[in-house]
């Protein structure tokens, strides 16, 4: 199928990319939904007329975040680093999912780990959404043509899935090694999910929002975030804000140009070129690797004990 391009572009909004699009009976679920991008995206979706359910691991968070957006929005825990949190929150799902935005992420953290010994950026930026992906499997597969939307990252750039050592066991941990395998991880998720559950109507693509300062640069100091903001810019560098960082997620979640579209990647609000060296942009081979999808799948369907994912 021929690259997917829009009218939009990086200076396009949330609202810009979902004008005329009717979400009225569609349900969707944004993680991370009480910060930053997931907020703009939880409220682009939910003005469209979905009923949004902010999955977050601090509900006061959530029900202020319900109240500012207005519309049919509900709030539920999800901590998706720890299992059982993962487990009530997709036992309690009642009824079709039309829209899974896996958005919630960390970036940069120093060495952190779940209780299981799981470095923390892959278990909460992969593993849990893994998780909550697999969880929903019937929910998406009844709501007919359901789409995830996988929120990954330029700095996917950074490092392949490294099969060998995912949780740093052996190897120095860098937080940016980390942060860069977990997001191709986002992406290749999207390349197996698309592939494994073409037949319930299930696609699942993967982007990159930008750069926006949000609650994720926590990690990171002053000099490193004006080292990104540059290198995200070129000659003129611009930080997004949430409402444009947010619409390629809402372009990826709703525009009738991905209908039966799956395994992709976007940024800009459009599909990516593959990445050229030397630039800053497009997805890099290792991650929309057939193979290493598949690979990825099974250890993560190991890794967490699912059976039949
Ligand atoms: N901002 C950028 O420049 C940028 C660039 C590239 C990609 N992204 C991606 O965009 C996504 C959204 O980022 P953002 O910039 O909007 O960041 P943000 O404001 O920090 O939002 C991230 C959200 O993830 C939640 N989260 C973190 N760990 C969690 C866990 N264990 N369980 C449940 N939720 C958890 C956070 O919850 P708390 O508030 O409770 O911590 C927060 O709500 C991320 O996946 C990020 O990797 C962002």
Redesign the pocket.
């Known amino acids: 199928m021929p690259r997917i391009s829009t009218s939009f572009d990086a200076t396009s909004t949330a609202a810009d990319v979902v004008a005329g699009v009717d979400l009225t009976g569609k349900r969707a679920i944004v993680?991370?939904g009480?910060?930053?991008?997931?907020i703009e995206t939880a409220r682009a979706l939910a003005g469209a007329g979905a009923e949004v359910t902010l999955a977050?691991?601090?509900e006061d968070?959530g029900r202020r975040t319900a109240q500012d957006i207005a519309g049919n929005v509900r709030v539920a825990l999800?901590?998706?680093?720890e299992r059982p949190s993962v487990d009530v929150f997709v036992d309690s799902w009642d009824g079709p999912l039309h829209i899974l935005v896996d958005?919630?992420?960390?970036?940069a953290s120093p060495l952190m780990r779940t209780a299981e010994g799981w470095e923390m950026q892959f278990a909460?930026?992969h593993l849990?959404h893994f998780a909550v992906a697999n969880g929903l499997r019937r929910a998406l597969a009844a709501a007919g043509g359901a789409r995830i939307v996988s929120?990954?990252?330029?700095?996917h750039m950074r490092s392949p899935v490294v099969f060998e050592d995912i949780h740093f066991l052996e190897r120095e941990y860098q937080p940016w090694l980390a942060y860069g395998q977990s997001?191709t991880a986002n992406i290749l998720f999207a390349v197996e999910a698309s592939r494994r559950w073409a037949d319930d109507g299930i696609t699942a693509n993967a982007l990159?929002?930008?750069?926006?300062r949000?609650?994720?640069q926590r990690y990171v100091d002053d000099a490193e975030l004006e080292r990104m903001r540059a290198a995200t810019g070129g000659n003129a560098p611009q930080w997004k804000t949430p409402e444009q960082?947010a619409a390629t997620s809402v372009l990826v979640a709703t525009s009738p140009l991905l209908d039966g579209v799956g395994g992709r990647y976007f940024e800009n609000c459009n599909e990516a070129e593959l990445h050229q060296p030397g630039t800053r942009t497009g997805v890099m081979p290792y991650a929309l690797d057939p193979e290493a999808a598949e690979r990825l799948w099974t250890v993560s369907a190991e890794t967490l004990d699912l059976k039949g994912a």
């Open positions: 993680t991370g009480a910060s930053g991008i997931g977050v691991r601090d968070a999800l901590d998706l680093a958005n919630a992420g960390v970036m909460t930026n849990g929120v990954s990252s330029a700095a997001k990159h929002p930008g750069g926006i949000t609650n994720l960082g």
